[in-house]
């Protein structure tokens, strides 16, 4: 590179010698060093060092990376000379719609219009997105954004800000432009593994998708576990099946799933399934020695923070003139396969065991003993928080007859 262009007029100019690609002084970074980094933060705290050795001194840098998350459209990752420490920030759907994204310099340069420099250390410079002004008033001489184009044709950005007396040098600004999309596709890679661990964790759970992707892939790979198994189910949801729009139902059952599996993962749960309008899952015992007590109150705490929840959905459901909505919940402890079942081209990695249908049965009978919360003895034996036998009853497909447990979920802190 030996101009720079604005418009199909040349803004700068400067003859580079007849240097030949290897003897770019930033290959030898991207050779030696810059593939061994691990992920994306790192790799952005390592480039600006490198860039700062070279003669290319920064007062910041800023990479934003679209990822395939149903919650997130993309990640910033942020770096500056003060903090020299690199900074994740998450930016959803929602947020790219909002002004101060709009009119960004990222918005064009995603959108397929190239690259922005701005000269900041000039007499009347160009102050056409926001951000600039705010650069200027910290000192800020020059400003690069670049387009980094991944191997799908999907483009993400990397900007440059510069406060040295005369900014970028072309010359270097040459160099860096030659080196892009070898370090795109770094960045690539760490990003494609961010959207993986995101997509499996969606779909399949946290730490289920982080087994997952660390290689337990193979028909019969798992473990068993001894824990607390949580089985909810929607209450009436055949009705408000047939009395709703295909979309209010829809919006119904995600105002239910927000307030169940959000509590269970708040309080350590692991939700492994969701089979139609109910919810599986699990609390993993983690030490033996000290039992099951920490698990079961963490069950606990995330139903009580569950049905607060659902409380106050159902006020702002009357307020709308919607009905309201109510579910059970069974707990149960137990051992229990977890791993990948299925056959050689069709996996699911799940729990299995005669606990997974236990737990299943005891939040049937909430509906025949009208109660919204019931447990069994092996849950009831260590949990110290309110509890009411409800006697003996015969859950269906098992033999002995069980002993069930009326939880009090009024209680906002458990004991433990």
Not at 60 to 71: A, C, E, G, H, K
Not at 134 to 157: C, H, K, R, W
Not at 184 to 208: C, H, N
């Amino acid at each position: 590179m030996d101009s720079w262009f604005q418009d199909d007029t040349v803004i700068e100019q400067q003859p580079r010698s007849n240097e030949t690609e290897q003897e770019n002084p930033f290959v030898r970074w991207l050779v030696r060093d810059a593939w061994k980094t691990t992920d994306i933060p790192y790799l952005l705290v390592e480039t600006p060092h490198m860039l700062h050795d070279q003669g290319l001194p920064l007062q910041s840098i800023r990479l934003f990376v679209r990822t395939l998350n149903p919650q997130l459209y993309g990640l910033f990752f942020n770096w500056d000379r003060d903090s020299n420490e690199g900074e994740t920030l998450q930016a959803t759907h929602k947020g790219v719609q909002s002004d101060s994204y709009r009119n960004s310099p990222f918005a064009p340069i995603i959108n397929g219009e190239g690259g922005v420099r701005r000269r900041l250390d000039v007499d009347e410079p160009e102050l056409d997105f926001p951000i600039l002004t705010d650069l200027l008033d910290e000192g800020a001489t020059d400003y690069v954004a670049l387009p980094i184009q991944f191997s799908d044709g999907q483009i993400n950005t990397l900007s440059l800000v510069s406060d040295m007396p005369g900014g970028f040098s072309t010359s270097h600004l040459g160099y860096l432009y030659e080196i892009l999309p070898h370090l795109g596709r770094l960045i690539e890679a760490q990003a494609q593994r961010l959207s993986s661990l995101a997509l499996l964790q969606t779909y399949l759970g946290r730490s289920t998708g982080e087994r997952v992707l660390s290689g337990r892939v193979k028909r019969g790979d798992g473990e068993d576990l001894d824990t607390i198994i949580w089985f909810s189910d929607l209450r009436n949801s055949t009705r408000l099946a047939d009395t709703m729009t295909r979309d209010d139902y829809l919006a119904a059952l995600d105002q239910y799933f927000d307030c169940v599996t959000g509590a269970v993962m708040e309080h350590g749960g692991e939700v492994l399934k969701f089979i139609g309008d109910a919810v599986l899952a699990i609390f993993p015992i983690d030490d033996a020695i000290v039992g099951s007590a920490p698990a079961c109150n963490r069950a606990h705490a995330a139903l009580c923070q569950a049905y607060r929840q659902m409380e106050r959905v159902n006020e702002d459901r009357a307020a709308s003139g919607g009905a309201a909505l109510a579910f059970g919940t069974g707990l149960h402890r137990g051992n229990i396969t977890y791993g990948n079942i299925g056959t050689n081209k069709r996996l699911d990695f799940t729990v299995i065991g005669p606990a997974v249908n236990e737990a299943s049965r005891i939040e049937g009978l909430c509906k025949t003993l009208d109660e919204p919360v019931l447990a069994s003895s092996e849950f009831a034996r260590e949990f110290s928080g309110g509890l009411t036998s409800l006697g003996e009853h015969q859950l269906q497909g098992v033999k002995v007859k069980q002993e069930i447990f009326k939880l009090d979920i009024r209680e906002s802190n458990p004991p433990g």
